[in-house]
């Protein structure tokens, strides 16, 4: 490491650059108190090809602020290992892996953390929640954030994910993983060549988590029909889930407990290939909220929202953007299913398709042209 501060307090790192590390370049481990501003970080030199030439790494850390800072390199530009109220705003940051990680495969708990003002450009990922031990992560909010990612061909971790949110078991002779909940994403402007993605499993469901006033355009990159087209959830104990193929929505949420969907606005550039499918797409959940959502699937035929083997979901004060096919698609799910208030006028096709729990609650729902 360049610059190492291990068990400190009260320190300032201020207006330096530092550059061209093999591995990552500054280091903070059980501080407490720490001041990161105006820092320049790059591996100009190395063409931002170094594995593990990490920007800040934070192990421990308590109370920290990292402020107007530009990091440019290999690795993640800033992560966080057991921290907790980190701050980190006004920052510029580009990766070739992601540029903020919470989380790994420790056994330390991350919270009330908050991260604003960034602006996130030519990164493999934007913003990462991980759970791979049996530490947890709790009370994040990510507000305010411009985020353009692109897929990139060799060995780097992520698939041009803006958001990215797991929890899955890694960690050697944890039977267990830790948790993830009460996360915040508000207001963000996305432009990317991979959809959101918040995979729980079912020994570690995610719960509370909140997509509030975010703009989403998904675009195909030079490298989409060749290495498009898949999932990345390295690291993980199941060889079969650790990169595998799969149809993509804009945002795809697995096993997921109380997510509410507000304001979420979905584009698709014209030529994106075809395995781009839904909007929305949800499994294996609890309790979901999809509240005012404008837009439609991204080809010509499927639906924009699709739910499956789910229980409670509420559909409310959405639109459906011209070209939509099918709105809503719900399949086993159980519980109170109410879709009201929604403007479907734009929908060719019928609006509900492959309702076949019982019990679903249609209520003021506008009837598309022509049915």
Known sequence: NLVRFFE???V???GVT?????TWTSHYRKCENVTIEAVRIHSDASGKRVPNDDGIDLVECDDVRILGCDIDTGDDCIALFGSQRVVVTSCTLSTRSVAIRVGYDHALDI?????SYLVIHDAHRGLGVFVRGAGSVENLIFSDIVIRTRLLTGHWWGKAEPVHVSAVLFAPGVEKPGRIRDVTFAR?????????ILWGSPDSVIEDVTFDDVRVRVRRGPHSDTWGGNVDMRLTR????SLFKRDLPALLARHTERLAVRNLTVEWADDVPAYFTHAVEAESFRELLVDGFRGRQAQKAGSAIRLASGEDAVVRDSRAAAGTDTFVEATEVTGRTVFTGNDVRAARQPVLQKLVEVGVEVVHLPRAHGD
């Open 188 to 196: 963000l402007r996305v432009e990317a060549e991979h959809g959101m």
């Open 8 to 10: 400190c307090r009260d």
């Open 238 to 241: 199941d060889p079969k889930l």
């Open 18 to 22: 530092i550059a061209n590390s093999p």
């Open 12 to 14: 300032l790192v201020h």
């Open 111 to 115: 919270r009330d953390c908050v991260f």
